[in-house]
């Protein structure tokens, strides 16, 4: 039966059909769900192919299934790892998508898509609305402006103005003010 396989070529083709199969699995799966491996499953099911055969191709999709379901904790460890990274060193002004790529050991663009899924919101938008959140607070106080927008990670005080009256409506000393009377 074995020469009769090798001759028909089906080793062959079953040998190269589970390396693509691999290759496409291993390359695409930050994109598959539970649901379109499912579809893949009963596929397989449908196919007219020896049974040891559809065992292994089943064995392949159960161990790509349970590899995303690691994948996703990893990833979710990942992204809490960044927030606390970011909560934590707001006020660096050099914090960035770039610096939190090298931190993590990851491509920029890596941890970028990464945080969008699983947040919904842009990883530089994060940075900037931590560091606006924080200018909120450090505004209710007496400490001067310059000093709040080193504090919070910004450049300089021109550019922490136009930011704070890009996320909040009104320039930093109008805030203060609001906050003063309230």
């Known amino acids: 039966l074995l020469n009769q ?35 893949y499953i009963d596929l397989l099911s449908k196919v007219k192919i020896k049974e040891k055969s559809q065992e292994a191709f089943l064995n392949i999709a159960e161990y790509f299934c349970n590899s995303i379901g690691v994948n996703e904790q990893e990833d979710n460890r990942l992204v809490s790892e960044i927030i606390a990274y970011i909560n934590a060193n707001f006020s660096d002004s050099s914090l960035n998508v770039n610096t939190l790529g090298y931190t993590f050991d990851r491509a920029p663009s890596y941890i970028s898509y990464l945080f969008k899924n699983s947040t919904g919101r842009m990883l530089g938008k994060f940075i900037t609305e931590t560091r606006i959140k924080q200018a909120e607070i450090l505004l209710c106080s007496n400490e001067k402006i310059e000093n709040i927008a080193a504090l919070c990670g910004f450049s300089g005080s021109d550019s922490f103005r136009r930011t704070f009256k890009k996320y909040t409506g009104m320039i930093p000393s109008e805030y203060r003010k609001n906050m003063m009377e309230k």
């Open 5 to 39: 396989c090798y001759k028909s070529g089906l080793i062959e083709f079953l040998i190269y059909t589970n390396s693509r199969i691999l290759s496409v699995f291993s390359t695409l799966s930050q994109k598959l769900t539970e649901e379109s491996l499912k579809g």
